[in-house]
C-alpha cells in the first residue's frame, strides 16, 4: 500500500489557509470534431479506393441477347475482372468478353471451350478435344443443337469459342477461333437483377 506524505505544520485544513487546497485539472478538449475528421477521411480514401478498384480491375457491363442462356440472361448486369488474365492464364469453362473479330466496336460474352494447341472437332453438338469428348453440364438438353464442326487446331493465341446456349448463339463456329488480344475480360458476378445475382461459373 502506498502512504502519501502528511503536510507540514500549519498548512493542514485546520489552518485555513488556501494554498492547501488541490488544483482543477483543465478539462480535455471535446472529441467530436477529431472523429468526425477521422469519419470523413476513412470516407473519401474508401471513396477512392472504389474508382481505382472499377477502373482498373472491375468494369460493369451489360448482358445484351440470350445466347449465354440458362446462366446469363438478357438485361443481366454483371462485373468483368479486366485484370485477372495479367496473373493467370485463360482457362477452358471461363466466361469471357472480347471484341467482335469482325467488328471490334462490338463486345460478345462467350465460355472458352478451345485452348491455343487444342484439336478441336464437333460431331452433332459433341465438343472433341484432342480427339476425346468433352463434358459440358452448363449445357442443357434443350438447348443443344446438331451442328457439326470440322476438326481444327487452334492456333497460338487464339482461343475458341461458344455460347451456352448452342442452338442459337454466334460464335466461334461461325467466326472463327478469337485471338488473345480481343480479350479484355473474365465475368467474375451478376449484381443485377437480384434473381440472378451471383458468382458466373
Known amino acids: 500500500m502506498a502512504m502519501l506524505p502528511e503536510p507540514p505544520a500549519g498548512t493542514g485544513p485546520s489552518s485555513g489557509a488556501a494554498t492547501g487546497s488541490p488544483e482543477l485539472a483543465p478539462m480535455p478538449p ?59 492464364r485463360i482457362n477452358r469453362g471461363d466466361i469471357v468478353v472480347f471484341r467482335y473479330p469482325e467488328d471490334e466496336e462490338k463486345s460478345y460474352i462467350k465460355r472458352v471451350i478451345g485452348l491455343p494447341g487444342d484439336r478441336l472437332r464437333i460431331i452433332h453438338g459433341q465438343v472433341y478435344i484432342n480427339g476425346l469428348p468433352i463434358s459440358e453440364p452448363y449445357v442443357p438438353e434443350m438447348y443443344r443443337d446438331e451442328r457439326s464442326y470440322a476438326e481444327l487446331t487452334i492456333p497460338p493465341d ?17 467466326f472463327g477461333p478469337v485471338a488473345r488480344e480481343l480479350i479484355y475480360g473474365k465475368a467474375v458476378f451478376v449484381y443485377w437483377p437480384a434473381k440472378d445475382a451471383g458468382v458466373v461459373r
Request: overall charge neutral.
Open 30 to 88: 471535446p472529441r467530436r470534431s477529431v472523429s468526425l475528421g477521422l469519419w470523413l477521411r476513412d470516407l473519401v480514401f474508401s471513396a477512392l479506393a472504389s474508382v481505382l478498384i472499377i477502373t482498373f480491375l472491375y468494369q460493369p457491363v451489360r448482358v445484351e441477347g440470350t445466347s449465354m442462356l440458362p446462366r446469363l440472361e438478357d438485361h443481366d448486369r454483371l462485373f468483368i475482372n479486366k485484370f485477372v488474365y495479367h496473373l493467370e
Open 158 to 174: 487464339h482461343y475458341f469459342m461458344m455460347g451456352d446456349h448452342r442452338s442459337i448463339s454466334s460464335d466461334s463456329r461461325d
